[in-house]
């Protein structure tokens, strides 16, 4: 083999094992790290707290009308930072039939769902169901990806941490299972809905889209889909003009537990997988439970910390390394 034919080779076998190598890697971290940890809990914080400015609004503006405003002015306040950054959108034409349909599926429709459901059953079994997000997450994760498939360990923490949610929520809710059955559907739905807009946004990533360019194509999306809606079943025209601490509740919403919250949210896909970003709807209810108690002075009953507890055992089965601590190191083998 002469000298230019032996570069060659040597060239191309270094070229094919750097392209097997990035074969191996997966897309996502299945177990998280401290900084997918933190991103996670502070989504929780985050959208916990929206319960109290969510109450504010809806009493003094329809509930069509409130979604088009949050998404709205968390679209505007989005774009408003990409100009002050003099940052391009990142959002190129071949996106945004994608953009539109995560916009439907993670904003447009189980918002609108869980608004009419709400107006049938109560806010706390609206609470219950939104928490199977988490098992819809899984069962669509391991249908549609290759690399979040399901486990018995992450079922088995899924389905703990949903037991918590509805230890905490309260048993008598419980008992209205099977009423308004159409209302609960529509929960159900919006739930599945959000799990699908889970693993559609994993998409992004590959295309090269950033998080905040995401976020600021689906709410954009959302607005203008919802506009229309809002203008033909609301008629805001009509309305009386909301007071000011709605409009206040209504910009907190868009700001931070829109346009910030859903930042993190599409970074925590992006490094974790769609499967633990979804893990936030099991702790929202227990956030909102501390809250209300911290805040307004509610009482913390004894279920509360027991549902705390199988949540936390949930979350520690899904993540994997705290149950690895207890698994036998296997014995190394003698050298031959």
Same mark, same amino acid.
Do not use: Q
């Given at each position: 083999m002469t000298k230019l034919d032996q570069e060659a080779f040597e060239s191309k076998l270094r070229e094919a094992a750097e392209q097997a190598g990035s074969h191996d890697q997966p897309m996502i971290r299945s177990v998280m790290n401290r900084s997918d940890w933190m991103t996670l809990i502070g989504l929780a914080v985050i959208w916990g707290s929206a319960f109290f400015c969510i109450h504010v609004a809806v009493h003094s503006v329809p509930p069509l009308t409130y979604v088009w405003l949050r998404v709205t002015i968390a679209a505007a306040a989005l774009w408003g930072y990409l100009a002050w950054r003099r940052e391009p959108a990142g959002l190129p034409k071949s996106v945004w039939g994608s953009m539109i349909l995560l916009a439907l599926l993670n904003n447009v429709i189980p918002f609108v769902l869980f608004g009419w459901g709400q107006t049938h059953i109560a806010s706390g079994l609206a609470s219950i169901l939104n928490a199977t997000t988490p098992i819809w997450g899984v069962i669509v994760a391991?249908?549609?990806t290759q690399d979040e498939? %399901? /486990?018995p360990r992450k079922i088995a923490g899924v389905l703990l941490g949903f037991g918590g949610?509805?230890? %905490?929520?309260?048993?008598?809710l419980l008992g209205s299972i099977g009423n308004n059955v159409l209302a609960q559907l529509a929960c159900v739905t919006a739930a599945l809905l959000? !799990?699908? !807009?889970g693993v559609w946004a994993r998409r992004f990533k590959r295309q090269g889209v950033s998080p905040l360019s995401v976020t600021t194509g689906q709410l954009t999306a959302s607005a203008i889909v919802m506009l229309p809606v809002a203008l033909i079943f609301d008629r805001p025209w009509v309305q009386a003009i909301p007071p000011l601490n709605a409009l206040a509740a209504i910009a907190v919403l868009a700001v931070i537990c829109s346009a910030y919250a859903y930042i993190l949210y599409f970074r925590l896909i992006d490094s974790a997988g769609? /499967?633990?970003a979804l893990l936030v709807t099991l702790l929202v209810p227990p956030v909102a439970?501390? %809250?209300g108690a911290l805040i307004l002075g509610e009482v913390i009953e004894p279920r509360d910390f027991a549902g705390l507890g199988f949540i936390a055992l949930g979350l520690a089965a899904i993540d994997g390394r705290l149950l690895n601590l207890f698994r036998r190191p296997e014995p190394r083998r003698a050298a031959s």
């Open positions: 391991h249908v549609f498939r %399901m /486990t949610v509805a230890l %905490m929520i309260g048993p008598d959000y !799990a699908l !807009a769609a /499967t633990n439970i501390v %809250m």
